[in-house]
């Protein structure tokens, strides 16, 4: 499975930025996809997993509020639309493809080069 992200970019605080990832490749019959950041000096962090055979969605807490991920399963394509963007949320974000365990937490094993967003 290959990732490629794109849309980040620079913004002001308050903006928003909608995120895609395309995704190509052969995908399991279950499969889960996430979007994660990194923002210089800090660990990587999850901000939130769909898995494309129920449409379930789950999110990190710095996420609820203001992200949202969603797919186009036809076109194979990953979306983050993210608002009212802080500068706190400047980072380089990543997505990533993997199947789910029996606790239904996501294995992932594939990840994208990442995107930059930067917030001022």
């Known amino acids: 499975v290959q990732l490629v992200e794109s849309g980040g970019d620079s913004v002001q605080a308050g903006g928003s930025l909608n995120l895609t990832c395309v995704a190509s490749g052969r995908t399991p019959k279950r499969y889960c996809l996430g979007w994660f950041r990194q923002a210089p000096g800090k660990e990587r962090e999850g901000l939130a997993t769909i898995y494309p055979v129920d449409g379930s969605t789950r999110y990190a807490d710095s996420a609820k509020s203001r992200f949202t991920i969603s797919q186009d399963s036809a076109k194979n394509i990953l979306y983050l639309q993210m608002d009212n963007l802080k500068p706190e949320d400047t980072a380089m974000y990543y997505c990533?493809?993997?199947?789910?365990?029996?606790?239904?937490?996501?294995?992932?094993?594939?990840w994208g080069q990442g995107t930059q967003v930067t917030v001022s």
């Open positions: 990533a493809a993997g199947v789910p365990n029996q606790g239904g937490s996501c294995l992932y094993g594939y």
